[in-house]
């Protein structure tokens, strides 16, 4: 199988990598970690600590992802956003190309200037948004005893269940995209992502 790719990307800023690391680094440790936690009723030991860790770094993702949303929209002159969530006509047509290119077996660009990269990114990045900030939820909400928890916080905890398997099916297809572009089409994406210039 040959796979073509489009010019090399551009390099994103610094700001721009910075918080995807983090974004990477807290959203994979909050995934894995998730598997081995335990609800607080189950008792301590490794499942009650791995909740405690849970749910701090749930609140350092949340940091993380409010910079990236503030940086996204006022601090990357507009583009960020626009990259994220291409719906202006020469987006969605340049999307579209993108699309027909795929279907080529033509790797569309990655980096700033990949409409369908973006948008993949974009979707990613909302579901995120909303684990970060039900899992906030959840961290204010839960009874510290384990008494009854309100009607917002069911709601906020059925919501982060249900979405944990989407980011899961995220981040596999993500990392398996990454390794393609890296592998197959050598474009260099991975670097451009992480290497400082």
Do not use: C
């Amino acid at each position: 199988m040959k796979i073509e790719t489009q010019s090399p990307a551009p390099y994103w800023d610094n700001k721009t990598r910075f918080l995807h690391l983090g974004l990477a680094l807290f959203i994979t440790l909050e995934l894995f970690n998730s598997l081995v936690m335990q609800e607080r009723a189950a008792g301590s030991g490794l499942g009650g600590i791995m909740l405690e860790v849970h749910e701090w770094a749930g609140m350092g993702a949340l940091l993380i992802v409010l910079a990236h949303w503030g940086w996204s929209i006022w601090g990357a002159s507009n583009e960020s956003i626009r990259h994220l969530f291409p719906w202006g006509s020469g987006d969605r047509a340049k999307l579209w190309r993108e699309l027909r290119d795929l279907s080529s077996l033509r790797l569309p660009p990655g980096g700033p200037s990949g409409r369908l990269a973006g948008l993949v990114h974009g979707l990613g990045f909302l579901a995120v948004t909303v684990m970060a900030l039900t899992g906030a939820v959840l961290f204010f909400g839960l009874p510290e005893g384990g008494g009854e928890p309100g009607l917002l916080t069911e709601g906020a905890e059925e919501v982060h269940e249900i979405l944990s398997t989407f980011v899961w099916i995220y981040w596999g297809g993500h990392v398996a995209m990454a390794v393609l572009h890296k592998v197959l089409a050598r474009d260099g994406t991975l670097q451009r992502m992480f290497k400082l210039r």
